[in-house]
Structures are given as C-alpha cells and as structure tokens.
C-alpha cells in the first residue's frame, strides 16, 4: 500500500526475531524494533552491546543467523535488498578519496547514485555548505582535519536524498557547534522531507534532545524501547522535584524532609532535590514548600534524564560465556 506521495506506507523497518551468532559468540538474541517513517531513532549501548551488527545486517551487508521479520522501506530485506539499497544512505568509516577534493567527492558519489552531472555539483555544493565547508571544496581531503573529514562522511550519505539514513556515532570528532548544527539539520530533514534517521551514538545528550525514539541495546539484547522520556521514567521509576530558593534563604534539607510525602532531600548546587514516595504526593509537596516561610525562584518536577536511565539498563545482564556480545 502507498501514501499520497506514491510513498510506501508503514514502518520505515520492522524486524522481529532478529538473530545473529558469529560462531559460539551471540551478537542478537531475538531483537524486535519498529521505526516509523520519518522518525529520528537513537540505538544506544556498551561497546559490543551489537549495534554495528544490527546496522550491517539492517543495510543489507550481513545476513541474520535467524529472523522472523526483516522489512526495510516497506519491503523483505532478504528477497528485495537490491530496491532497497539505492533510498538507503550509509556514514561509514570507509575512506574518502584523499587526492580528490570535497566536492569531487560528493559529487562523483552522487553519480553512483545515478544523479547526472548538473544535479550531483548543485548537490555537492549544497551540501558544502550546510557542513560549513565551502570554502575548502575544492581543497583535497588529505588535507583535512579529522572533524572535516567527518563531516565529509555525513555528507556523502545524505548526497543522493535518501528515504533512510544510518548514521554511526556522527557527531565524532565534530566541535560541539559542529554537532548542534548536524543534530539541528536531521530534525529539520526528518520533519520536512519525512526520512528516517538510524543513528548510534553514545552522546545521550544528544539523543535525548533529537531523537523520537531510542532502544537500549545490551548483550545483544533490547532492554528497553519507545520514546526517550519513556524508557528514561520505565528505568528509573523515581519521582523529584527540584526546589531553587532566592540567594540567601535559610532553607534547609530538613524544611522539606518535613513535608508529606517526602522520601529523601540530597542537596544540590542552587538548591535542593526531594524524592518523593509516589507521584500522587506531588501536589501536596509543592503546596507545602510555597507555604514555607522562604522566598523561591522555582519549584519544578526533574524526570528522570535518558543517561540515568542507560547506567540502569547497562551492565546489568551478565551475559553467559556462550552469548557474549561482539
């Protein structure tokens, strides 16, 4: 079935019982996800945790040991890889052609991707700028930093405009004006041109500001999946409230440990954080601190962040010796 656009609908992938061993070593056990068309998806986890492998075998480069399910774009990834690859883009660290410059680059690559000539320059230059680089275009790469070339890299998979993109650990190497400008750029790309971002990564900052949804991934295993905010409050299942007094107040831990419904007060820079028992003790607890005799500047809930919830997912399923993660 298509959309108005002539667009297959459904999921941009879909995979169910995803499965791949590299002899006695278990890389995925049974890993399920669904990512919708024009999501910006962050796959999250440890070294080894098997994401590049998710990614390989996802693109096409390497089969699943066992699947139940394998659909990219709408279509049976085993039978189908062939129509899929040309909507597909790929960052890898595979290397650029050093003797060429950036825009030789882009725009033989887009090429491949069966643009002509006129289209694969204007893209090129497109692309220059938007990663800042035009005014080394026509520079060749080997003389390149390594935040460049990294830029370089993003570029050319994004040359041919394609439906889906997977992106590992982009923002590496990259200043962080560099990374706010890139991150900045996928949601506005997904937003207006509705293509999917597959991105690894281990700046959750990063993927806690962009992306719609994310999967921990560990031991080859999904610990956890859905939308950021989410995972994070499944994970770390607290409830805190950050009270900030005006400078100079006498407020102390022990004002709030005295309030219903508090379980612990920790005191932070500027202020104060109470765990409370439950989140139906909220209401009272905040009617309680504006009642105290002190001046605020602020009382507010603090969920719990995308980090916190990675640390509590991470690290705590030993896996056995037969199914190490690669």
């Given amino acids: 079935m298509t959309d108005a656009r002539g667009e297959m ?5 879909e995979v169910s019982g995803l499965s791949r061993s590299f002899g006695p070593l278990v890389a995925l056990d049974s890993v399920d996800l669904t990512i919708a068309r024009g999501a910006v998806f962050g796959l999250l986890g440890p070294n080894g945790a098997g994401k590049t492998t998710t990614v390989r075998i996802l693109n096409g480069v390497l089969d699943p040991t066992s699947v139940t399910k394998l659909e990219v774009l709408g279509r049976d990834l085993r039978r189908e890889a062939e129509a899929v690859r040309p909507q597909v883009g790929v960052q890898t660290d595979t290397n650029l052609y050093e ?3 950036a825009r030789e680059n882009l ?7 069966g643009m002509d000539t006129p289209s694969s320059r204007s893209r090129a230059d497109e692309l220059l700028e938007m990663f800042g680089l035009t005014g080394r275009g026509g520079e060749r790469v080997e003389r390149f930093s390594k935040g460049m070339k990294q830029k370089l890299l993003i570029a050319r998979a994004l040359v041919a405009r394609p439906r889906l ?10 200043d962080p004006e560099a990374s706010h400008e890139l991150m900045t750029y996928i949601t506005r790309v997904s937003r207006e041109a509705h293509t999917t971002f597959f991105i690894t990564s281990h700046r959750l900052d990063e993927m806690e500001g962009v992306c719609t949804g994310v999967a921990v991934l560990d031991g080859g295993r999904i610990r956890a999946a859905g939308p950021p905010e989410q995972v994070a409050r499944a994970a770390v299942p607290r409830v805190r409230v950050r009270v900030t007094p005006a400078a100079g107040s006498p407020m102390t831990a022990a004002d709030l440990s005295a309030l219903p419904g508090v379980k612990e007060v920790l005191c932070l ?8 028992i439950e989140e139906g ?3 009272s607890f905040v009617r309680g601190v504006v009642a105290l005799p002190f001046d605020l500047l602020g ?3 603090e969920p719990p962040t995308l980090q916190e919830a990675y640390l509590a997912l991470v690290g705590n399923h030993q896996a ?4 190490q993660a690669v």
Wanted: proline letters at 9%; glycine letters at 12%.
């Fill in 99 to 101: 003797r060429l410059s």
């Fill in 320 to 323: 056995p010796a037969e199914r």
């Fill in 165 to 174: 993109v997977y992106l590992d650990e982009p923002t590496a190497g990259l």
């Fill in 107 to 113: 725009a033989s690559f887009g090429r491949l991707y």
């Fill in 9 to 13: 609908d459904g999921p941009a992938i």
């Fill in 281 to 283: 003790a909220v209401p």
């Fill in 299 to 301: 009382v507010a809930e």
């Fill in 269 to 276: 820079d500027g202020g104060f954080a109470a765990d409370l």
